[in-house]
C-alpha cells in the first residue's frame, strides 16, 4: 500500500483523469472513483495546511505542479462536490501563519482564479461559477461548490497581516503585490475586484432568502462565509479619505 499511495502516484492519478475530463464536456466517473479522488484531495489539504515544509517542497515541485493541476481540474465539468474539494485543497497553500501571507501563493493563487473565468469574465464568455450557481446548484438545493469558492476567496483575497493594514490589503486586492510597473499598468485590478465583491454579495448573499436548500442549515452557513468574506474588506477600510478603490467601498456601498 505505501508503494501505491505516494505523492507520485497521486498526481499521475489526476493527471490521467484530467486528460479524460478534457475529453467530455460532463466528466463521467463511478462514483467509487470519485470519492478516491476527493479522498486524495482531502489529504492533500490537510497535509498542505499543517505542514510548511511539505507545502513549499510541493509548490515548487515543477514535475508535480500542483496549483496548474488543481486549477485545471477545476475548469472542468465535474460534479460539485469534487469542485468544493479541489477549492479546499487550494485554499490549503495559502493558510494563514504568524507572519502573514506568503506573496509568491498569493499571487499564484489569485492570477490562476483571475485567468480562469470563474467569476470574471474571460474572453467574452459568462462567468463559470455563476452558471453553476444558478443552473446546477439551485436546481439541486445544495451548494458545496459556492461554498468552498467563497472559502476560497476569503483565503486568498482579504487576508493580510496585520489585518488592521490597509495598504496592503488595498495592494493586494487591486494585485499589486510584488508587480513591476509595466504589468500593473496592463492590468485593470480596481474593476477585478468588484467582481469577486459583486459575486460573493450580489449574487450569493443577497438572494440567498429565495433559493431552496436541502438543509436549511447550509442557508446560514452561506451566509455566513460570505460575512466572513466581507468583514475583512470593511474593517481595513480607510474612511478619511474615503477610498472609493478599496474593496470594502464596494461593500459598503451595499
Same mark, same amino acid.
Given at each position: 500500500?505505501?508503494?501505491?499511495?505516494?505523492?507520485?502516484?497521486?498526481? *499521475?492519478?489526476?493527471?490521467?483523469?484530467?486528460? *479524460?475530463?478534457?475529453?467530455?464536456?460532463?466528466?463521467?466517473?463511478? @462514483?467509487?472513483?470519485?470519492?478516491?479522488?476527493?479522498?486524495?484531495?482531502?489529504?492533500? !489539504?490537510?497535509?498542505?495546511?499543517?505542514?510548511?515544509?511539505?507545502?513549499?517542497?510541493?509548490?515548487? +515541485?515543477?514535475?508535480?505542479?500542483?496549483?496548474?493541476?488543481?486549477?485545471?481540474?477545476?475548469?472542468?465539468?465535474?460534479?460539485?462536490?469534487?469542485?468544493?474539494?479541489?477549492?479546499?485543497?487550494?485554499?490549503?497553500?495559502?493558510?494563514?501563519?504568524?507572519?502573514?501571507?506568503?506573496?509568491?501563493?498569493?499571487? !499564484?493563487?489569485?492570477?490562476?482564479?483571475?485567468?480562469?473565468?470563474?467569476?470574471?469574465?474571460?474572453?467574452?464568455?459568462?462567468?463559470?461559477?455563476?452558471?453553476?450557481?444558478?443552473?446546477?446548484?439551485? $436546481? +439541486?438545493?445544495?451548494?458545496?461548490?459556492?461554498?468552498?469558492? $467563497?472559502?476560497?476567496?476569503?483565503?486568498?483575497?482579504?487576508?493580510?497581516?496585520?489585518?488592521?493594514?490597509? !495598504? =496592503?490589503?488595498? !495592494? +493586494?486586492?487591486?494585485?499589486?503585490?510584488?508587480? =513591476?510597473? @509595466?504589468?500593473?499598468?496592463?492590468?485593470?485590478?480596481?474593476?477585478?475586484? *468588484?467582481?469577486?465583491?459583486?459575486? $460573493?454579495?450580489?449574487? $450569493?448573499?443577497?438572494?440567498?432568502?429565495?433559493?431552496?436548500?436541502?438543509? @436549511?442549515?447550509?442557508?446560514?452557513?452561506?451566509?455566513?462565509?460570505?460575512?466572513?468574506?466581507?468583514?475583512?474588506?470593511?474593517?481595513?477600510?480607510?474612511?478619511?479619505?474615503?477610498?472609493? =478603490? +478599496?474593496?470594502?467601498?464596494?461593500?459598503?456601498?451595499?
Amino acid at each position: 500500500l505505501r508503494r501505491v499511495v505516494t505523492w507520485s502516484n497521486l498526481v *499521475v492519478c489526476v493527471g490521467l483523469y484530467l486528460v *479524460v475530463f478534457e475529453r467530455h464536456k460532463v466528466a463521467v466517473m463511478p @462514483p467509487e472513483e470519485m470519492l478516491l479522488l476527493r479522498g486524495f484531495l482531502g489529504v492533500l !489539504a490537510t497535509v498542505v495546511r499543517y505542514s510548511p515544509a511539505t507545502r513549499d517542497a510541493l509548490f515548487s +515541485h515543477k514535475a508535480y505542479a500542483p496549483l496548474e493541476r488543481l486549477f485545471a481540474l477545476y475548469a472542468c465539468a465535474v460534479p460539485m462536490a469534487l469542485t468544493a474539494a479541489d477549492l479546499r485543497a487550494m485554499a490549503a497553500f495559502e493558510r494563514q501563519t504568524a507572519t502573514g501571507a506568503s506573496p509568491r501563493y498569493l499571487r !499564484a493563487l489569485w492570477d490562476n482564479l483571475d485567468q480562469s473565468g470563474a467569476i470574471r469574465s474571460v474572453r467574452g464568455e459568462p462567468p463559470r461559477a455563476l452558471y453553476e450557481l444558478e443552473h446546477i446548484e439551485c $436546481v +439541486h438545493g445544495r451548494y458545496p461548490g459556492t461554498h468552498a469558492l $467563497v472559502s476560497f476567496l476569503s483565503a486568498i483575497l482579504p487576508h493580510v497581516a496585520p489585518v488592521s493594514n490597509a !495598504a =496592503t490589503l488595498v !495592494a +493586494h486586492m487591486q494585485d499589486t503585490l510584488s508587480l =513591476t510597473a @509595466p504589468m500593473l499598468a496592463a492590468r485593470k485590478s480596481s474593476a477585478h475586484a *468588484v467582481s469577486y465583491v459583486t459575486f $460573493v454579495l450580489d449574487h $450569493v448573499l443577497l438572494p440567498a432568502s429565495t433559493r431552496t436548500y436541502v438543509r @436549511p442549515a447550509e442557508r446560514c452557513a452561506l451566509s455566513a462565509a460570505c460575512l466572513e468574506y466581507a468583514e475583512p474588506c470593511l474593517a481595513t477600510l480607510p474612511v478619511a479619505p474615503l477610498d472609493s =478603490t +478599496h474593496p470594502g467601498f464596494d461593500v459598503l456601498r451595499r
